[in-house]
């Protein structure tokens, strides 16, 4: 059964950083794809970023392009999530999701992911 949980969400100020984390277990770290999606209070969840198997091919959504930066390190079966600058339109649930199919590259399709987390909270004040 695969697991995946997130971690590292909290309360900060605009302009401000927060790193969380997402770990995966249940098969070997480096089969899955991952991706981070959010979503905010009356909103449909959205892309935030993916990263590929190896890490080598990642993906933004445009709306955090430039501050947000993807990365993972399969030998601790962890993926990261770097937010720097941070605004108050960041706020919202954050969910990382992961995906065991055969595909290449990224997966920015909500619909692509088998296993998400639970969620964690990041919330930006002005």
């Known amino acids: 059964q695969v697991q995946v949980v997130e971690s590292g969400g909290g309360l900060v100020q605009a302009e401000d950083s927060l790193r969380l984390s997402c770990a995966a277990s249940g098969r070997t770290f480096s089969a899955y794809r991952v991706g981070w999606f959010r979503q905010a209070p009356g909103k449909e969840r959205e892309f935030v970023s993916a990263i590929s198997r190896t890490g080598g091919t990642t993906s933004y959504g445009d709306s955090v392009k430039g501050r947000f930066t993807i990365s993972r390190d399969n030998a601790k079966n962890i993926v990261f999530l770097q937010m720097n600058s941070l605004k108050p339109e960041d706020t919202g649930i954050y969910y990382c999701?992961?995906?065991?199919?055969?595909?290449?590259?990224?997966?920015?399709?909500?619909?692509?992911?088998?296993?998400w987390g639970q969620g964690t909270q990041v919330t930006v004040s002005s």
């Open positions: 999701a992961a995906d065991l199919t055969t595909g290449l590259g990224v997966a920015v399709s909500q619909a692509t992911y088998d296993y």
